[in-house]
Every structure is written in structure tokens, then in C-alpha cells.
């Protein structure tokens, strides 16, 4: 923010349109860029758990699986704590 | 030798923002510093590079032509006058873009990569056939835009097409900015468009009624040793294009007196 910001905020008067364009912009990029349906973005999630339960337990309540942008990289971030190794478990049983 | 050329696409996304006079203003200010460059006009259906050249009446054969091998291709290059360094394809019919190929544009481009040292490509707007067809032949690419948001959208996808299009590398130049309007922070600044779009800016150019002064009279600007704040900008985009070190302009810094003084500080970044 700005000085200019600042003081326009103070006096109660609107938003300059540059700031006003540079929100709307960074907005509608993030979305133009991933160009991936948040239904899209759900079905992935869902199998990307799917597949990882296989191995091991996850906290499927504290997980989450979302998309990140930055300097035109856009990144698939997930974050899946694991309560406990199903395989080691498993090869416990077998014993 | 051909793959020391430097073939540069010219493209926007957005139409009118000034694509075809920076390929004219680049073509003439790079023949000027002595190396041989050929501006090629890719847009078939609304060509224009003739017309801001002011070479429109001295046409005799076009790019479509030279690949229906009707003709040679130093026959259909149009040399310029004053600066014999300089040559312009010309757009074909628009009726070419019914079956013109990127392998054409490939062919054509290597033909010219024999005599010249830079090969600009004066791209169409849009993301259709014309565009993919000059990306083929590309290596490298300058996006231009305009302080406004449309046209920063249409150059962040544009970008992300020449991305996947293995072009490297792509850098921006930022047209018609206007000073007084960022100062009063009713135009988005040159570190805001950078920012967003995250490319290395190769120049900006200034607001400047002369452009249109020139195009009227079919003279690029930096054709004349006039000293316009346009034409100055686009020769420095040349001469950093040839790899000079020219440190760019800052719009804020620009303009003295009380007010402008005063409206920098409003503009300090507190958090």
C-alpha cells in the first residue's frame, strides 16, 4: 500500500484505479492461468487421496491439495499428514 | 550464417497496441546501426507493415509468391530507400491464410535467415492459426502491451503459448505509457505490469503524438534524427536488442516541480 493509499483511505475517498486495475488483473489471471474447473480440481484431489491411502494412513480431514501460482509457475501443493505407514502395519500382521 | 540470425517474433495478444510500429521502428533502427534486417509481415489478413514503411506503392511480389515458387525471393523483397539495410516481405493475399501451414512460415524464415543478421516477424492478433503459424518459425519473441488491463491479460496468454512453444527467451516492451497518469496512480506502472506478468522488460515507450505524425506520412520515427521521446525510446530498444547496455527510463523520475515531487512520495511503498 501506498502513501497516496493511505491518505485517500483516511479522507474516505475511493480506491485509485491503478490499484484497483493491478487487483482485478492479479484476480483474473490466477484464474485464467490454471485454466483447471474447481470440480476438476476436486475429482484430482480425491484421487490423489485415493491412491496415497494405499500406503499410508492420512489425516484426511487436516489435508489439502491445492494449486499455487507464482512467477508464472503454477505448482500442485498437497499437504497430507500421515498418522502411520499401512506397510509396516501390514508386515506386522504377516508376522 | 543462418543460425546466428535472430528471428524475433513481434506479438501482443491484443490488437492495437502497437505491434506493426514497433516491428517498422525496430526494422529501420536496427538497419541503421548497420545490420542487415528484413521485417516480415505475418499478419495475411490485415496487413499494414507496407503502409507504416511507406512502402505499400512499391509491392511487386508478396511471401505467397515466393513459396508457390512463382517468383524469386529477392524479387519479392522490398528494399527501403534510405536505409538499404532494411527489406520488408510483404503479406500475401488474405485468401493464403486458407492454406498456409507453419512449414511455409518455416521455409520462408529460413530463406531469409541466408541474407540477414535479424528476421522480425510482425505477428497477427489473436491465438488462432495466423499466431500459431508465426510461433513456428520463431526462436525468440518481444511482447508488447499497453499500461491497461486488457491488454496486460491478453499478453499473460499469449506468454503462457510461447512458454509451451519452447520460444526463449521473451521479453516486453511496455508502449504508450504516460508518466503524469502513473505519477497520479491512474495508470498501472511499469514495475506493476512487470510484476504481473513476470518477463524482463526490454523498454518502454512514451505516449507520443509523433507516432501517429509518422505513420501518416509512412516515415517510421526513428527513420529521421528527430528527437521525439518515442523515437528515443524505440532506438534504445534496438541498440539493448544488440546487446548494449542502455539503463531504462524511469516514468516515475520523470518531469520536475513541486507537484510531481510531492506525488513520488505519495507513492512510497509502506507495506
Given at each position: 500500500m501506498t502513501l497516496l493509499e493511505i491518505v485517500q483511505k483516511l479522507l474516505g475517498r475511493q480506491q485509485s484505479s491503478a490499484s484497483k486495475a493491478r487487483e482485478r488483473l492479479q484476480l483474473v489471471l490466477a484464474h485464467d492461468r490454471t485454466d483447471l474447473s474447481p470440480e476438476l480440481l476436486d475429482q484430482m484431489r480425491r484421487e490423489i487421496l485415493e491412491v496415497v491411502s494405499k500406503y499410508v494412513e492420512i489425516d484426511i480431514d487436516e489435508g489439502a491439495v491445492s494449486l499455487e501460482t507464482e512467477d508464472r509457475m503454477t505448482a500442485l501443493v498437497a499437504n497430507l499428514p500421515i498418522k502411520r505407514s499401512l506397510l509396516k502395519v501390514n508386515s506386522q500382521d504377516a508376522e | 550464417m543462418a543460425s546466428n540470425t535472430r528471428i524475433i517474433l513481434i506479438c501482443s495478444?491484443?490488437?492495437?497496441?502497437g505491434k506493426t510500429t514497433l516491428t517498422a521502428n525496430l526494422g529501420v533502427a536496427l538497419a541503421k546501426q548497420g545490420v542487415r534486417t528484413v521485417v516480415l509481415?505475418?499478419?495475411?489478413g490485415l496487413r499494414n507493415l507496407d503502409l507504416l514503411l511507406g512502402l505499400e506503392n512499391r509491392i511487386v511480389y508478396t511471401a505467397q509468391e515466393v513459396l508457390e515458387e512463382t517468383c524469386r525471393l529477392d524479387q519479392a523483397l522490398v528494399k527501403h530507400k534510405?536505409?538499404?539495410?532494411l527489406a520488408l516481405l510483404p503479406a500475401g493475399n488474405p485468401r493464403m491464410l486458407d492454406w498456409l501451414k507453419p512449414d511455409d512460415m518455416q521455409r520462408i524464415v529460413t530463406m531469409l535467415t541466408k541474407e540477414f543478421s535479424y528476421v522480425l516477424i510482425d505477428c497477427p492478433a489473436g491465438v488462432e492459426d495466423g499466431f500459431k503459424n508465426a510461433v513456428a518459425a520463431s526462436k525468440e519473441a518481444i511482447i508488447v502491451t499497453n499500461p491497461e488491463v486488457s491488454a496486460v491479460r491478453d499478453a499473460d496468454r499469449v506468454i503462457g503459448l510461447l512458454n509451451t512453444n519452447g520460444i526463449k527467451p521473451v521479453q516486453l516492451v511496455l508502449n504508450r505509457v504516460r508518466p503524469q497518469m502513473i505519477a497520479n496512480q491512474e495508470m498501472l506502472s511499469v514495475d506493476d505490469v512487470t510484476d504481473i506478468l513476470a518477463l524482463p522488460l526490454l523498454g518502454l515507450v512514451l505516449e507520443d503524438q509523433q507516432v501517429i505524425v509518422s505513420t501518416n506520412r509512412g516515415e517510421?520515427?526513428?527513420?529521421?534524427?528527430?528527437?521525439?521521446p518515442a523515437s528515443h525510446c524505440y532506438s534504445n530498444i534496438a541498440r539493448r536488442l544488440q546487446g548494449e547496455q542502455i539503463p531504462l527510463i524511469d516514468p516515475s523520475k520523470e518531469g520536475s516541480g513541486l507537484r510531481n515531487k510531492f506525488m513520488r512520495l505519495m507513492q512510497t511503498k509502506i507495506f
Amino acid at each position: 500500500m501506498t502513501l497516496l493509499e493511505i491518505v485517500q483511505k483516511l479522507l474516505g475517498r475511493q480506491q485509485s484505479s491503478a490499484s484497483k486495475a493491478r487487483e482485478r488483473l492479479q484476480l483474473v489471471l490466477a484464474h485464467d492461468r490454471t485454466d483447471l474447473s474447481p470440480e476438476l480440481l476436486d475429482q484430482m484431489r480425491r484421487e490423489i487421496l485415493e491412491v496415497v491411502s494405499k500406503y499410508v494412513e492420512i489425516d484426511i480431514d487436516e489435508g489439502a491439495v491445492s494449486l499455487e501460482t507464482e512467477d508464472r509457475m503454477t505448482a500442485l501443493v498437497a499437504n497430507l499428514p500421515i498418522k502411520r505407514s499401512l506397510l509396516k502395519v501390514n508386515s506386522q500382521d504377516a508376522e | 550464417m543462418a543460425s546466428n540470425t535472430r528471428i524475433i517474433l513481434i506479438c501482443s495478444g491484443k490488437g492495437g497496441v502497437g505491434k506493426t510500429t514497433l516491428t517498422a521502428n525496430l526494422g529501420v533502427a536496427l538497419a541503421k546501426q548497420g545490420v542487415r534486417t528484413v521485417v516480415l509481415d505475418a499478419d495475411f489478413g490485415l496487413r499494414n507493415l507496407d503502409l507504416l514503411l511507406g512502402l505499400e506503392n512499391r509491392i511487386v511480389y508478396t511471401a505467397q509468391e515466393v513459396l508457390e515458387e512463382t517468383c524469386r525471393l529477392d524479387q519479392a523483397l522490398v528494399k527501403h530507400k534510405q536505409e538499404p539495410n532494411l527489406a520488408l516481405l510483404p503479406a500475401g493475399n488474405p485468401r493464403m491464410l486458407d492454406w498456409l501451414k507453419p512449414d511455409d512460415m518455416q521455409r520462408i524464415v529460413t530463406m531469409l535467415t541466408k541474407e540477414f543478421s535479424y528476421v522480425l516477424i510482425d505477428c497477427p492478433a489473436g491465438v488462432e492459426d495466423g499466431f500459431k503459424n508465426a510461433v513456428a518459425a520463431s526462436k525468440e519473441a518481444i511482447i508488447v502491451t499497453n499500461p491497461e488491463v486488457s491488454a496486460v491479460r491478453d499478453a499473460d496468454r499469449v506468454i503462457g503459448l510461447l512458454n509451451t512453444n519452447g520460444i526463449k527467451p521473451v521479453q516486453l516492451v511496455l508502449n504508450r505509457v504516460r508518466p503524469q497518469m502513473i505519477a497520479n496512480q491512474e495508470m498501472l506502472s511499469v514495475d506493476d505490469v512487470t510484476d504481473i506478468l513476470a518477463l524482463p522488460l526490454l523498454g518502454l515507450v512514451l505516449e507520443d503524438q509523433q507516432v501517429i505524425v509518422s505513420t501518416n506520412r509512412g516515415e517510421p520515427l526513428t527513420l529521421s534524427d528527430n528527437n521525439s521521446p518515442a523515437s528515443h525510446c524505440y532506438s534504445n530498444i534496438a541498440r539493448r536488442l544488440q546487446g548494449e547496455q542502455i539503463p531504462l527510463i524511469d516514468p516515475s523520475k520523470e518531469g520536475s516541480g513541486l507537484r510531481n515531487k510531492f506525488m513520488r512520495l505519495m507513492q512510497t511503498k509502506i507495506f
